[in-house]
């Protein structure tokens, strides 16, 4: 059936390995018009979204806002993990739409907030009353990890970039130490990616498997049914690491950006921790501050379990964009 003329804009979701586009109407996500291509069959974005609209019989949109797993600086994207580079230039010529953005991915997830279903919440640290312009911080754990702040201001929405996935891990234990001296061996020196990740997870489990002189390797996947069945001790044991570390983290993170409005934690690793947090300690180690410990009550923390969350927050980029929001 064919769409209407400058009816709908067009979102993306660009992964390492997956591209998901889909055609939104305002904030709405319109059922049906999802589709994933795989980037490994495409030259590059401008193929793939000109492949789309044609799968979708010609749609003409108005607008178009794509989430990239990589740096954007000055409108210009590179991703991380895949030889493709995006700009506004390849992305007007592939969609011919006016109004333009592109963003990385996880500012994608930072607009979402606020507008997804409340039933793709789920709560892990309770949350304070807060005043709506209270800043907000989501946190990706998935293949990388990073961070971000959500600000509210008089002239829109403001989610800044950042690589908090390369800070230094923290050490606060010989254990932990150990820990960091093994996994630095990926990039020289211990980062937080190294450990809050899927690979990050597969490390500490082989890390544990170093301290016990029995050396075996799993996929994140299998740390994880390992974990949740509890057929493999080892695996439980590596989820409590990574949640413990998930949990100083992400507390260090609230203490510099001073997130009232609350810590939203994102990704599939992070969803798929999210039944563990409660039981590994995640409250616990976020509130570890010492003197501040009665502080980091102020910061209440939720998981997103909505895999459309990027596609959303294109969307409302776009809306805040039309409304004179001057947000990146």
Not at 184 to 195: I, Q
Not at 312 to 321: D, E, K, P, R, V
């Amino acid at each position: 059936m064919p769409h209407p003329d400058n009816a709908y804009s067009l979102v993306a979701d660009i992964g390492g390995t997956n591209t998901r586009v889909a055609l939104a109407r305002g904030l709405e996500i319109i059922e049906g018009s999802i589709r994933r291509y795989a980037n490994s069959e495409y030259a590059g974005l401008e193929t793939v979204l000109r492949r789309y609209i044609a799968d979708e019989g010609g749609v003409d949109c108005h607008g178009a806002c794509v989430a990239v797993a990589g740096p954007v600086r000055d409108g210009r994207a590179t991703m991380t993990n895949l030889d493709w580079t995006i700009d506004k230039t390849t992305l007007a010529r592939a969609t011919g739409a006016e109004h333009l953005a592109i963003l990385n991915d996880l500012q994608a997830q930072g607009h979402a907030l606020g507008h997804c279903a409340p039933d793709h919440l789920r709560d892990i640290v309770p949350f304070p009353a807060a005043s709506p312009q209270a800043a907000r911080l989501v946190i990706g754990v998935g293949t990388g990890f990073n961070a971000a702040p959500v600000f509210e201001t008089d002239t829109g929405r403001y989610v800044t970039p950042s690589e908090s996935g390369h800070i230094n891990l923290p050490v606060a234990s010989e254990a932990e130490l150990r820990l960091a001296q093994f996994v630095s061996t990926a990039h020289g020196f211990p980062a937080v990616e190294d450990v809050l990740s899927g690979r990050g997870l597969e490390r500490v489990y082989a890390w544990l498997g170093a301290e016990a002189h029995d050396p075996r390797e799993k996929t994140a996947a299998e740390v994880m049914a390992g974990c949740t069945d509890g057929s493999d001790p080892r695996a439980v044991e590596a989820a409590r690491v990574f949640v413990r570390f998930l949990g100083v983290v992400a507390g260090n993170l609230a203490l510099v950006q001073l997130p009232f409005g609350g810590v939203y934690l994102v990704g599939g690793v992070a969803r798929a921790i999210a039944p563990h947090l409660r039981d590994f300690g995640f409250a616990e180690a976020f509130r570890d501050k010492g003197r501040f410990a009665g502080f980091m009550g102020n910061f209440g923390v939720a998981v997103v379990e909505d895999d459309y969350a990027a596609l959303i927050g294109c969307a409302a980029h776009l809306q805040g964009l039309a409304l004179g929001d001057r947000s990146a």
